[in-house]
């Protein structure tokens, strides 16, 4: 996991939470954009979205990149 470009020693969910809160502070309306390779566990996907419900962040998007 990364958050603005900057990777997560500890990719589990509390440590998560507490990054994206820590990203979001002083932001009305924060957003987590996903990006996941196609080959990415499916898990690890719905890790991000827990701990972006779990650090109070509503708006939850996804980015896909085309095949090549």
């Known amino acids: 996991f990364a958050i603005n470009a ?7 969910v509390a440590s998560l939470t ?6 979001s502070e002083g932001q009305q309306e924060p957003t987590v954009l996903i990006r996941a390779a196609a080959n ?22 996804f980015a896909t990149q085309a095949s090549e």
Request: proline content about 3%; charged content about 15%; overall charge positive.
């Open 18 to 23: 507490a990054a994206l809160r820590k990203a």
């Open 40 to 61: 990415a566990a499916h898990q690890l996907v719905i890790t991000g979205m827990q701990a972006a419900r779990q650090a109070g962040i509503a708006r939850v998007h």
């Open 6 to 12: 900057v990777l997560l020693n500890n990719p589990d």
